[in-house]
């Protein structure tokens, strides 16, 4: 919260003395960088990060890179000398392929992110033969839904240049020179196509692979989890699971308190492929009895909560497992199931006795606010009182429950949420122990 309140800050001051352009007249800020190169451990790394866009042609400050999520190879930081553009630099010190998300923001407040990928080798590794390292089976793709994945190899001398040299992509994919495969399929089948990487000694290694494009179908609301909370020691890791015979296509999305996108880090595991990306959606297919992993990896240190809703053509099951790593002392962590029904009454059992204090949850599911009633009884069934809580349009909120409801303190009972929307609400309740560990607590 103190970073966006500095950011506004600085908005607003330089709008007042006239560093920044009119409202709307920058152009959007983006990460100009397709890709990095590969590394070395233990020889020298040096990259410009560069970007367009946003206020920088009305300021002499130029804008800030910031790892968002992830984690940069280790040995490599970001630089930034004064009025000079910032670089990706040092000496790696391990070998591996690690993922990250820059962010830069800039002296008007815009931001903008983008994930990458660096390859570090060791010496050896340097010296031996190129050889495609990515499975044959890529992820599948649905018609219509953004596909994304990225090729990897080993050996040779960087940089690496990828290419089609056999059979071709489906309709709407394509392949960069720095091995992503992306765009949104347009034609249904299986496709075999041969793709080539070549190092800068002109060496060459091609392997084939198979990728498999299936109709979307219709995508409707399958399941929902109505808390997610990212950033400030939390982070939040889904799992998705397809338990049926048939493939199913999935569409993740993810909403604010206000009910508008929530864009996020994130990193996905699905077919042993990890992969870090950034977005406020997340389009996936799982074949028949697959799973995929999506965690909220973010490492802001402020905390933004909200909900996500999966979309899909068949049916989906699922949980979410919240962990908190504290400053000192252990990770606390709970797991709550999907919710696969939407009523419109949810019942959330409360115990605020011997130290331990409830939190609760809700997403209002309806695209048109609501006021949700939250009936309060105690373990007797005494009725204690009612409250009405508003919530946006496919908004969300999330309270500790004796601050928003005072006469839960120091008692046991039910609060019964209800909401007048037939489109229901989502909820789940987390239990806070005075040893500073916590439980989830399912709504009825």
């Not at 000079?84 to 391990?94: E, I, M, R």
């Not at 923001?105 to 903008?112: E, K, M, N, P, T």
């Not at 071709?168 to 249904?188: C, E, N, Q, R, Y």
């Not at 009895?289 to 809703?309: E, F, R, Y």
Request: hydrophobic residues 45%; charged residues 10%; proline residues 6%.
């Amino acid at each position: 919260m103190k970073r966006i309140i500095e950011r506004r800050a600085v908005a607003l001051l330089t709008v007042a003395f006239g560093l920044c352009s009119a409202a709307g007249q920058n152009p959007p800020l983006t990460i100009a960088n397709d890709s990095f190169p590969g590394g070395v451990v233990g020889e020298e790394y040096l990259q410009a990060l560069k970007f367009s866009g946003g206020c920088e042609s009305d300021l002499t400050a130029k804008p800030q890179f910031t790892v968002e999520a992830g984690a940069l190879p280790s040995g490599l930081a970001i630089e930034t000398p004064s009025n000079a553009g910032s670089a990706l630099t040092g000496k790696p010190t391990a070998a591996g392929t690690f993922g990250f998300t820059l962010k830069v923001v800039d002296a008007c407040g815009a931001s903008a992110t983008k994930a990458f990928s660096v390859t570090v080798r060791n010496a050896a590794q340097a010296n031996s033969a190129l050889i495609v390292t990515t499975s044959p089976s890529l992820l599948s793709g649905s018609v219509g839904r953004a596909y994304s994945q990225s090729l990897a190899a080993t050996g040779g001398s960087f940089p690496y240049t990828w290419s089609v040299v056999d059979g071709a992509l489906p309709p709407g994919l394509a392949v960069s020179s720095s091995g992503a495969i992306a765009g949104t399929p347009t034609t249904v089948g299986t496709f075999t196509f041969t793709i080539q990487v070549a190092d800068s000694a002109a060496a060459t290694a091609t392997q084939t692979f198979k990728l498999s494009v299936f109709a979307a179908g219709t995508l409707a609301r399958s399941a929902v989890l109505s808390h997610l909370a990212a950033g400030g020691g939390w982070d939040t890791a889904f799992t998705l699971v397809n338990n049926s015979a048939t493939t199913v296509a999935a569409r993740v999305a993810f909403l604010g308190e206000d009910g508008t996108a929530l864009n996020l880090p994130l990193n996905v595991i699905q077919q042993n492929v990890s992969q870090s990306t950034a977005g406020s959606t997340l389009d996936l297919v799982l074949a028949p009895n697959a799973t995929v992993v999506i965690n909220t990896a973010t490492q802001s240190p402020s905390t933004v909560v909200g909900w996500a809703d999966v979309l899909s053509s068949g049916p989906l099951g699922g949980f979410a497992i919240f962990r908190q790593t504290p400053q000192t002392g252990p990770s606390s962590e709970g797991a709550v199931p999907f919710q696969a029904q939407f009523p419109s009454t949810l019942t959330l059992p409360y115990d605020n006795t011997a130290g331990f204090v409830m939190s609760v949850a809700i997403a209002n599911l309806s695209t048109t606010s609501a006021n949700i009633t939250a009936t309060i009884w105690d373990d007797s069934g005494n009725r204690l009182g009612t409250q009405t809580i508003a919530i946006a349009g496919s908004g969300h909120t999330s309270f500790i429950l004796p601050n928003q409801l005072p006469v839960t303190t120091g008692k046991r009972g039910i609060v019964q949420f209800q909401s007048p929307a037939s489109d229901g609400i989502a909820g789940l309740g987390l239990r806070f122990s005075p040893f500073a560990t916590f439980t989830s607590i399912p709504m009825i």
